[in-house]
Every structure is written in structure tokens, then in C-alpha cells.
T-cell receptor, first 113, second 114 residues
């Protein structure tokens, strides 16, 4: 079984500040890990994913995430926030080689000028 | 190169009516997934289908809900005798295959039950 915990339902940052969105997972088998972004009234868009190989994964829009097996974490970061980054972010896990995703409850990122 | 299409985008039903949600996967994708998003909750997996087959329905409520993905045409999520608790956003995603884990999501259908 898999589960995902996202710490903080809301995170507020100033424009230009570091963005850090936390994700911890639980999985009984090697996981695949994902971050998705959802803008209001839209579907989810894949930001980045970890399957195998390099543990630091770079995604779109300047985001990156690091898979840390010892900490069962997959935190999402961006060095400098833009106003356009304001959205809801979801971390998800699936068993390696299988498709079904288990999502966290999401973190709303608020960016202030 | 159209993405995943869902219709209708908004659906209003009265208690006891039926709701039919449609999903057309991306071209070349033969795997479809349905998720439900309740207010203040993340997406919850409901069902995973391939053409004419249900692969995993472990997230589907035991009663009133059904899904199909026929050989021709879109995937359909059907909710019979809707209740207020069915009000949610329903998202469809598609992928090329099980080995290709990237799922592409549609814009969702927002169901409101009066």
C-alpha cells in the first residue's frame, strides 16, 4: 500500500523567495514519485517525476525535487518564486511499474509581491 | 494534438438522477484512469481501464458507480441515483501503457448534486 503526506495545506512566499513544498511517502515497494500542479478550474499538469536513476530530478518551470530514500521524502523546490507559480501542488506515488497514482491532499502555494 | 477531453465540464443533477461523464483519451493512449477530487482533498483513484477491460476498480464505490471504456468511443463514468455526497470534480487521465507511468489529465467534470 502507498500513502503520501504533504506538510502544510498552504504555503506563502514572497516573489523571488525560495519555494519548498514538502512530501513524504510510504510505500511497501520501490516507488515512482510525481509532482503535479493544478491551476484553478483546470486539470493536473505534470511538473516532474522520479522513476529510477538520478535522485535529483529537474522539471518544468524551474522546479526540481530530490528523492531521499532514507527520509522517504520527495520535496519540491524552486530557487525563486514567480507570481505565476501560485497554484495547488500535488505529490503522488505509484508502485514501480504500475500506473495507479496515490495523491497527497495538496499544498496551495501563495505568492505575494 | 488534442489532450485528454472531458465533457461536460459542468454537470448539475438533482438527487436521484443519473450522471454520465465522458472522457476521450489522448491519441495513441489506450489506458484510462478516473479520479475524484472532493473539496479540501487530493485526488482519489477510482478505476483503471483499458479498451473493453476493467483493470483495477478498487477505488470505486460498491454501489451506483460504474465505468466502461468500449472498443469505440469515449470512456464513460456513470453514477446512478446521485446523492449530494457525489458532488465533486471528476478527473480522467490517460497513458500510453502501464509501463509508461506518465498520466495526462483532462480538465475535469464538476458535478453538482442539488
Amino acid at each position: 500500500a502507498q500513502s503520501v503526506t504533504q506538510l502544510g495545506s498552504h504555503v506563502s512566499v514572497s516573489e523571488g523567495a525560495l519555494v519548498l513544498l514538502r512530501c513524504n511517502y510510504s510505500s511497501s515497494v520501490p516507488p515512482y514519485l510525481f509532482w503535479y500542479v493544478q491551476y484553478p478550474n483546470q486539470g493536473l499538469q505534470l511538473l516532474l517525476k522520479y522513476t529510477t536513476g538520478a535522485t535529483l530530478v529537474k522539471g518544468i518551470n524551474g522546479f526540481e525535487a530530490e528523492f531521499k530514500k532514507s527520509e522517504t521524502s520527495f520535496h519540491l523546490t524552486k530557487p525563486s518564486a514567480h507570481m505565476s507559480d501560485a497554484a495547488e501542488y500535488f505529490c503522488a506515488v505509484s508502485p514501480a511499474g504500475y500506473s495507479t497514482l496515490t495523491f497527497g491532499k495538496g499544498t496551495m502555494l501563495l505568492v505575494s509581491p | 494534438n488534442a489532450g485528454v477531453m472531458q465533457n461536460p465540464r459542468h454537470l448539475v443533477r438533482r438527487r436521484g438522477q443519473e450522471a454520465r461523464l465522458r472522457c476521450s483519451p489522448m491519441k495513441g493512449h489506450s489506458h484510462v484512469y478516473w479520479y475524484r477530487q472532493l473539496p479540501e482533498e487530493g485526488l482519489k483513484f477510482m478505476v483503471y481501464l483499458q479498451k473493453e477491460n476493467i483493470i483495477d476498480e478498487s477505488g470505486m464505490p460498491k454501489e451506483r458507480f460504474s465505468a466502461e471504456f468500449p472498443k469505440e468511443g469515449p470512456s464513460i463514468l456513470r453514477i446512478q441515483q446521485v446523492v449530494r455526497g457525489d458532488s465533486a470534480a471528476y478527473f480522467c487521465a490517460s497513458s500510453r501503457g502501464q509501463e509508461h507511468n506518465e498520466q495526462f489529465f483532462g480538465p475535469g467534470t464538476r458535478l453538482t448534486v442539488l
